[in-house]
């Protein structure tokens, strides 16, 4: 009903102004009848209320968008609602605009204020503190633990079997998953050095919290990030147009004995997880695989992948069934992500399995579908440009790790250039393709394996 009113003062208002100007747009003629002067008198009283009830509406809108500012304001938990300067200029719209913002960034900074308050704490603990997600990655650690790690700038992220014993630790946290408590145990280094130590399971997915003797003095304060105990959704069904923002994806790279798929071998898989523009560091893939056959040299000085390193590495076959699961349902995304696909599906062949993803996205052809001015696709220039750290070049899941950050960053881009669903981007992605080979680029950034 107030819809309905307000719809009808708003056609009112319209009709209102238009016979305004239609009375304007007649000449006087004092020889008019009688009844050309009522009509014009009705007209004349039509426009007036028509005005009158337009203004009316428009302010019963503004006061209504005005009333959506303070609730934002007081749900931001402020009381002064004229908090931030605003212009004169700005309309109700504008104000509720400013208020949202003036609440995330409150939000942000009283979260940050939480997390300062949280490090204060763990680091006046007398004794180190780890937490470590089900997959092993070091999520937080105060300053007492950290000598333990090292001198490393930055542990948060990195697998705490390169310093402690995986067999040691997994057996005192399935004791403490027996004893439904906390258990005392003696964990190993991976140089079988004894570490004592209290480990306490968190939640039911597996993470544990591990508290041992502090080391000596830390150069470095304790850090964390928790979001590495994030899980993403299962994979939705993929449609022409499954929204960008959402998308469920994996970054994935190959690391192979050489460039041609007819006869060379995967070596390595690296894969991290996407939902949208999101990553979940927590969900990678990360494999190393025994090619059956010698690495050539010229191939090992790229990746540094030995044939001693994959001596004792599984054969594919061992592995297909992780390398299925990890990628059900997902598009694939990578840099000439076609040779990575192409490789695996080999893979897959020679083990009696049929394997295809539903979609890809290359990131080389995305950005030069955006940045079309761009001198290079190489990854690493790619990234630079994007401001992406890279790390762990030239492995798997190192590279998988920089794709997958380079895609963040082009899923708001591209999401802004009105491309925001799958079938979208693939128009994209198929038209820069074309515009690359007309201008002869056919293998561009293609050096790297």
Known sequence: MRTEIGLGAIVLGVVGLVAMAWIDAVPSNPAADFGADVVAALLAALACAGGVALAWTVRKWELRVEALR???????????????EVAVEADAVDRVQLAVIDMIGMRLDQQSAVYRRLEEVLNALPDGVAVVTPEG????VNAPGRPLFGGAERVIGKSVFEILSRQSLSEAIA?????GRPVSAEIFTVWSEAVPATVALIGEEGSALLRYPAGEAASHRGEHDLSLHDRPSPPMPLTPETPLAALPALAIDTETTGLNP????????GGVRLQGARLFRSSTLNLLVNPGRT???RTIAVHGISNSMVAGAPYFPAVADDVAAATDGLVMIGHHVAFDVQMLRNEMRLCGREWLPPHCLDVMLLYAALFPEAKSLLLDDMAAALEVPVIGRHSALGDALTTAEIYARLVPALIGRGVETL????????????????????EIGSTVL
Not at 262 to 269: E, H, L
């Open 70 to 84: 303070g609730w934002v304001n007081l749900v931001a938990g402020q009381s002064d609602l004229t908090r931030r």
């Open 137 to 140: 990655l070091i999520s937080l």
């Open 175 to 179: 004791q403490a998953r027996a004893a």
């Open 262 to 269: 007819k006869q060379d071998r995967v070596i390595s898989i």
């Open 295 to 297: 690495i050539p040299n």
């Open 423 to 442: 079938s979208a981007a693939d128009l994209l992605q198929h038209e820069a393709a074309k515009r690359l080979g007309r201008a002869g680029v056919r």
